[in-house]
């Protein structure tokens, strides 16, 4: 099975990558997913959507590069991990900008969050739900909530709560492996 796990913030001096690598490591460490990473600020999607809906385009034939790009990213995986802070007790633009860009390619996606922020996101995650529901998302509410985030990791760059946090990663790809291969039979 695929995973493609997002790191979604794009802040100067961000907490999201090393969040992100941890993740990666614990899906690694599992076995199940092979993973496929996309950092959005090294995909710099553009702010400003094309004329064309994207509920329109069929097949992923969008009329830009950096669409279809980035929905090959999409297409190619069984499900996605959004990895997501908490900005003013929402999600933040840039994951809203990405899941703009595209329609079709969320439609059944299995999908599960790493949060994290003062608290584990509840605010970003319980707000996304809305977009994922009309995304046609397939979310499932095992998920990672990593809490007073700037001292989660150690000075080595260790997760204080690893054992804790890894619990909860592997649940929620327990719930996205059963999604994954229900949806495979
Ligand atoms: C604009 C802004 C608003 C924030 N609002 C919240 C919030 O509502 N809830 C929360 O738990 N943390 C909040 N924080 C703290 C962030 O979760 C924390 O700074 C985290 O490291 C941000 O992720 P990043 O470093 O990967 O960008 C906020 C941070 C920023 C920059």
Redesign the pocket.
């Known amino acids: 099975m695929k995973l493609l796990v997002v790191t979604t913030?794009v802040?100067e001096?961000?907490?999201?990558?090393k969040?992100s690598d941890w993740f990666v490591g614990e899906v690694e460490k599992d076995g199940r997913f092979e993973v496929d990473n996309v950092d959005l600020k090294e995909l710099n999607l553009s702010y400003e959507l094309p004329e064309k809906l994207a509920g329109s385009v069929q097949n992923s034939e969008y009329d830009n590069e950096e669409d279809v790009k980035w929905a090959k990213h999409v297409n190619k995986t069984d499900a996605v991990v959004f990895v997501m802070?908490?900005?003013?007790?929402?999600y933040?633009a840039s994951i809203k900008n990405a899941v703009d860009h595209l329609y079709h390619e969320w439609n059944g996606k299995p999908v599960s969050f790493v949060g994290?922020?003062?608290?584990g996101?509840p605010?970003a995650i319980g707000s996304f739900a809305d977009v994922a529901y009309w995304t046609k998302m397939d979310i499932v509410n095992a998920h990672v909530g990593i809490s007073e985030?700037?001292a989660a990791f150690d000075e080595d760059g260790k997760l204080r709560h690893q054992d804790y946090h890894a619990y909860e990663a592997k649940t929620m790809l327990d719930s996205l492996t059963h999604k994954v291969e229900a949806k495979k039979n």
């Open positions: 913030s802040r001096g961000r907490s999201g990558k969040v802070p908490e900005y003013n007790h929402g933040p994290y922020g003062s608290a996101a605010y985030i700037w």
